[in-house]
């Protein structure tokens, strides 16, 4: 157990409570608690599958987390004593070094002795206790009594020590039942699983039972229950392997009810009557419940006591606040009660709930008529309230005679308000109310209301809430968020503010200094002469200036240069100094950035050599430069392994087990590689870590409490299986950080010989494939193995989580798409590298952006809670995936925004945490709401900046309408092709009309050139038109015609079939442009960028105009419709000449 973590600010938080509850009960003569009478408090626990509860075991799991078999507790006045095995006293070694606190006696602990059955040990612990005040009155836990010679021997030894004993079960049970915060979050998850389990699973299958009229005993049912628990399909957002039953499920029906949670469920089949259904699920030993009453064709005087069991827990829950007494808010129930139905008394419950937490049920704590304890901020209450023996006339059958109904829940108590409902599962009538229908019924309702759709079967179950309340799942989504938004500003700002007072202080680099003193400078040669000198042990260059020699530190140069010109040598040296352009983490800190720098030296020296010298003077030039550069080099990787280093945090040292039987992985890859190239190795679990070996015998260890997630990806549609290890903190290994480390193996040949001729029926292949389907199954099955070996081993501290491959989405995290796969904490990639992934309980809210239909993509934003972390973008998910999306991160209770913008994400965060308490002031990040106020005036505003940014003139307005209902014409035939068949048939023209259009174009064409040409095109898109629109209403045309005033003047004595023609072209060229224009304030893409600018003028206008042809705003559509009417008349003008 050493390797087990134990909350050590929990257990002195803890422990402190009870020591200070103790002083204050002997401090008080008054008190009627009986920790006041006790000298020292003693518990002894041994192992026993049969005991579920204790009060015992509920103190340790209190204390400690976790419960200790075999382990006696000694709380005396001057220590905390602890009898357990080794491993066990390991574990609690953790407390002992904790930190000193001065108002809480020292912890002593003592390891069993199995030599002499811990006699010596026992007297230990009875001279502490005779230490103890007057050391004589123990404060036991009278219920608990363990079997087992451990526990015996203790018994024993008590007894001829002769102490007096006093039960403390109900002082403890009062001191931990206000629960802690993290206590509700846990129990609140208990209540979740209790709600899902009743809801997904046995409510459902109750219903089926009852439409296919299937005969199931009430024991199976409760065991489906007992396998629900567990299941994933059921139960989300929980650790499933914590999870328990609080006791048996109890399901009764036909005239047998027990409403106690003692009662077993019988083997006798379910009756379709009053079904009651109670469970509790029980989460890292914390407590829920929840109890309700099916109703099969409930009589109106069962709904009326059904409903009045309703108000009265309603009343209770109401009365249970803070401060109030137990027995007055039974009285209160009792009260109403009478009131409502005093002939129902007598079948209440003798109680109305108690409170639960680690327990189950605290006795002690009831509410009843005889408590006189007052409940408390925190305290969690199971409430339950029924009644019993009720007595059904209408009842046909004998098991229906009799019936009981009983509602039960969860309740948390508050200050000044109604206790909060935890287990939240409707139970009004119209929720669990079954009404059946027989065929005789439905003959009579076809007989009344023949178009009414055969009923199915013999039975017809029909739940009133799934036909009348049943919301669409996008409205109860937006419910939800709206919940989530404000939760979220609430605890956003509220964390903050925490954070706000432990800010880090920035780090401040040293600065490097050459010599501390003069007599560390270097005597040689080189600097006598006033030569160049570099003192590679000092990592310093010293420069002859004006005639000294002066050290510079290797990090003050920036770069040398040397070049050559005619007889001479140059050495250009620069320096770092303020003002100077700086990489990052380039030069040091400039203490004083007001005092003279050099900012550049350059030398100069012959390359001739004079008679007598060895070498010319450049050679010293020379020198100095290969020397400085190699230096540099040098300084520079060590600074960056520095700074790699600088912010690690400094691991345990892994305790290697010398067992045999450590889970092991062998012919594993590791990613990132260790070298560059690729090595494989083996993987072995220890006593607190993994540790990697490498075929070369590299070594990388991985520790169990710096793992932040484990994740097992099988090969399902994979070419590769792995195990991927997220750190809290980065580990070193091949000379970088890594927060990220994979193993995994490859299955089957990643590549394909294409040379190879591919037949279906190939044994070769056929071979392969199957040798390959082999592989998986085996490598699935080791890894699997391995996984649930290191969980055991770990007791769940390391627990593998694996992908949903089929609620995965695709996305691009980094350069390429890939499949981004949900688990139960976590969105991940981890086939491609690097690696994608982002723990939920990190992540503050998500936000997509570039969400419009016309695109095909739409990008997501993780907002983290730590506003100083960079936000994580998903580009390129597909538009079809949002609701997928959506529903994944709202069923993960996470807050999810949307826009249609991209944010510049670095300025946003930036703003925010320059100013947090503004922030959220001013809304927090209700700014991103699509119905945000903020973002609605500035899409107006930005609109009118576009739509007032281009106004053509005359003469370029003219050309664009000409093109623009050339574009707009095309398109209107294109879409209105499929539609032109019915248009025909109701539309067409007649004989005689047909005739007379023939024999006009046979004079026209009589009168040839460009005229004819051009008429014969204006009379084609006319044509198309006239059979669109011929069947709209004639007040258009009209209405259209009039509009065009001077020709229908100017034409008034001309025939009718003639004006009317007239009155259709001109009708249709003006239905075109508006038509043409609607399409493009439509976004039709096919329009010219011109024709997009042109329309933006008309998008509100004739966005109005559905269907109705009214009267077009666009003045380049009025003067073509009357150019073009003009045109019309002439023509036929001259054609009647």
């Given at each position: ?52 509860y204790s009060k015992s075991t509920a103190l340790q799991t209190w204390l400690f987390g976790y419960e200790l078999p075999d382990t006696i507790t000694v709380l005396t006045e001057h220590s905390m004593c602890f009898l357990a095995s080794k491993k ?548 520079k990787t060590r600074e960056a392994e520095e700074r790699e280093k600088e912010d690690l945090v400094k691991q345990d040292t892994l305790i290697l087990s010398q067992s045999k039987g450590n889970p092991k992985l062998k012919d594993l890859y590791i ?306 092709g499929d539609s032109e068949d019915e248009d025909d048939e109701e539309s067409g023209k007649d004989w005689s009309d047909l005739e007379r259009e023939a024999a006009e174009e046979d004079k026209e064409r009589a009168m040839g050139g460009d005229d ?126």
């Amino acid at each position: 157990m050493s390797n087990i973590s134990l909350d050590k600010d929990t257990f002195y938080r803890r422990i402190k409570r009870l020591y200070a509850a103790w002083k204050a009960a002997a401090a008080d003569p008054k008190a009627d608690d009986t920790l006041a009478k006790v000298d020292c408090l003693v518990s002894c626990v041994g192992v026993d599958e049969d005991t579920l509860y204790s009060k015992s075991t509920a103190l340790q799991t209190w204390l400690f987390g976790y419960e200790l078999p075999d382990t006696i507790t000694v709380l005396t006045e001057h220590s905390m004593c602890f009898l357990a095995s080794k491993k066990k006293i390991e574990f609690l070694r953790q407390i002992e070094n904790g930190k000193e606190e001065s108002d809480l006696p020292p912890v002593k602990l003592l390891i069993r002795d199995r030599n002499d059955k811990d006699k010596e040990n026992f007297n230990k612990l009875i001279q502490e206790i005779k230490k103890s005040k007057s050391g004589k009155t123990l404060g036991v836990f009278a219920k608990d009594n363990y079997p087992g010679e451990f526990c015996e021997s203790w018994k024993n030894t008590m007894k001829s020590e002769k102490f007096e004993n006093v039960d403390v079960s109900s002082s403890i049970a009062l001191l931990i039942a206000p629960k802690e915060d993290s206590e509700i979050i846990t129990v609140k998850k208990a209540c979740l699983v209790t709600v899902d389990v009743f809801t997904k699973y046995l409510k459902d299958q109750i219903m089926e039972i009852i439409d296919s009229d299937k005969k199931v005993k009430h024991s199976k049912l409760a065991e489906g229950v007992e396998a629900a628990i567990s299941d994933k399909k059921y139960v989300t957002g929980v650790d499933t392997s914590q999870v328990d039953m609080c006791y048996p499920p109890i399901i009764q029906s036909g005239g047998n009810y027990s409403l106690k949670f003692s009662a077993v469920s019988d083997k006798n089949h379910l009756h379709f009557g009053a079904i009651i259904c109670s469970l509790g699920a029980r989460y890292k030993s914390y407590c829920s419940n929840i109890v309700r009453t099916l109703l099969v064709n409930p009589t109106d005087e069962v709904q009326s006591n059904y409903n009045f069991l309703l108000n009265l827990e309603e009343e209770v829950m109401k009365r249970l606040v803070s401060g109030a007494k137990l027995s007055a808010v039974y009285e209160a129930g009792l009260e109403l009660a009478k009131k409502e139905k005093p002939d129902l008394v007598e079948n209440l419950t003798k109680t109305f709930g108690f409170a639960m937490g680690i327990e189950f049920r605290e006795s002690s704590i009831v509410i009843g008529p005889k408590t006189s304890i007052v409940a408390k901020k925190g305290m969690v209450f199971n409430i339950n309230i029924g009644l019993a023996n009720l007595t059904n006339s209408a009842a046909t059958e004998k098991e229906g005679k009799t019936y009981a109904l009983f509602i039960g829940d969860t309740v948390l108590v508050n200050d000044e308000q109604p206790a909060s409902l935890l287990t939240q599962s409707k139970k009004k009538i119209k929720n669990i109310g079954i009404f059946l229908k027989d065929d005789d019924e439905e003959e009579e309702e076809e007989k009344e209301n023949k178009t009414e759709i055969l009923g199915r079967g013999k039975r017809t179950a029909v739940i009133e809430s799934k036909l009348r309340t049943e919301h669409s799942s996008e409205e109860k989504r937006k419910e939800h968020q709206k919940e989530l938004a404000i939760a979220l500003n609430e605890k956003a700002k509220e964390r903050l503010a925490k954070q706000s007072s432990n800010k880090d202080s920035e780090k401040v680099r040293k600065n490097t200094v050459s010599y501390k003193s003069v007599s560390q400078m270097p005597r040689e040669n080189e600097v006598k002469e006033l030569k160049l000198y570099v003192d590679r042990k000092y990592e310093t260059v010293i420069l002859p200036i004006f005639g000294v020699p002066v050290p510079f530190h290797i990090s003050t140069i920036k770069n040398i240069s040397q070049s050559v010109e005619g007889d001479y040598t140059y050495l250009r040296i620069n320096f770092f100094h303020p003002g100077a352009t700086m990489g990052k983490n380039e030069g040091g800190n400039n203490q004083q950035p007001d005092a003279t720098f050099v900012k550049e030296v350059t030398y100069r020296s012959t390359n001739t050599k004079e008679p007598g010298e060895i070498s010319p003077p450049s050679a010293n030039l020379n020198t100095g430069f290969r020397l400085i550069k190699e230096v540099q080099k040098k300084f520079k990787t060590r600074e960056a392994e520095e700074r790699e280093k600088e912010d690690l945090v400094k691991q345990d040292t892994l305790i290697l087990s010398q067992s045999k039987g450590n889970p092991k992985l062998k012919d594993l890859y590791i990613r990132p590689n260790i070298v560059t190239k690729r090595m494989s190795g083996s993987l072995e679990a220890h006593s607190n870590g993994f540790r990697f070996t490498s075929v070369r015998g590299d070594k990388v260890d991985i520790l169990y409490n710096n793992i932040k997630n484990a994740f097992f990806q099988p090969c399902d549609g994979e070419m590769i299986i792995l195990l991927h290890f997220h750190l809290k903190h980065a580990i070193m290994f091949g000379k970088k950080k890594h927060v990220d480390v994979q193993f995994y193996t490859e299955v089957g040949e990643i590549t394909t010989d294409l040379g190879k001729h591919q037949h279906m029926h190939d044994r070769d292949d056929l071979a392969a494939e199957q040798s390959e389907r082999e592989l998986r199954h085996k490598l699935k099955q080791a890894f699997k193995s391995f996984c649930e070996r290191v969980e055991n081993s770990t007791k769940q501290e390391v627990e593998f989580d694996t992908p949903f491959r089929e609620l995965g989405f695709p996305g691009a995290p980094y350069r390429s798409t890939v499949l981004l796969q949900p688990t139960s904490g976590a969105l991940v990639n981890l086939t491609e590298w690097p690696p994608f992934v982002i723990a939920l309980e990190d992540v503050e809210l998500v936000h997509f952006e570039r969400v419009q239909f016309h695109l095909k993509n739409f990008d997501m934003v993780f907002v983290f809670k730590d506003y100083a972390k960079k936000v994580a973008m998903v580009n390129a998910v597909p538009m079809n995936m949002l609701d997928h999306v959506k529903e994944w991160l709202n069923s993960c209770d996470i807050r999810y925004s949307e826009g249609i913008q991209s944010l510049n994400w670095t300025k946003v965060m930036k703003t925010i945490t320059d100013d947090i308490e503004g922030f959220f002031d001013n809304g927090g990040w209700s700014f991103l709401d699509p119905e945000s106020d903020a973002e609605n005036e500035q899409q107006e505003e930005d609109s009118e900046e576009e739509d007032d940014a281009y106004e053509p003139t005359d003469a370029e307005s003219e050309e664009e309408s000409e093109d623009d209902s050339e574009y707009d014409s095309e398109a209107s035939d294109a879409s209105d092709g499929d539609s032109e068949d019915e248009d025909d048939e109701e539309s067409g023209k007649d004989w005689s009309d047909l005739e007379r259009e023939a024999a006009e174009e046979d004079k026209e064409r009589a009168m040839g050139g460009d005229d004819y040409e051009r008429k014969r095109k204006a009379g084609h898109r006319d044509f198309h038109d006239n059979k669109k629109h011929k069947s709209s209403s004639h007040k258009s045309s009209s209405h259209k015609s009039s509009s065009h005033k001077s020709p229908s003047k100017h034409n008034s004595s001309s025939s009718p079939s003639k004006n009317r023609d007239k009155h259709k072209s001109s009708h249709s060229r003006d239905n075109k442009s508006s038509h043409g224009d609607r399409k493009s304030s439509h976004g039709d893409r096919k329009s010219s960028h011109n024709d997009r600018k042109s329309s933006h003028n008309d998008r509100d206008k004739h966005s109005k105009s559905n269907g109705d042809h009214k009267k077009s705003s666009n003045d380049k559509s009025h003067k073509r419709s009357r150019d073009d009417s003009r045109e019309h008349e002439r023509s036929s003008k001259k054609s009647k000449k």
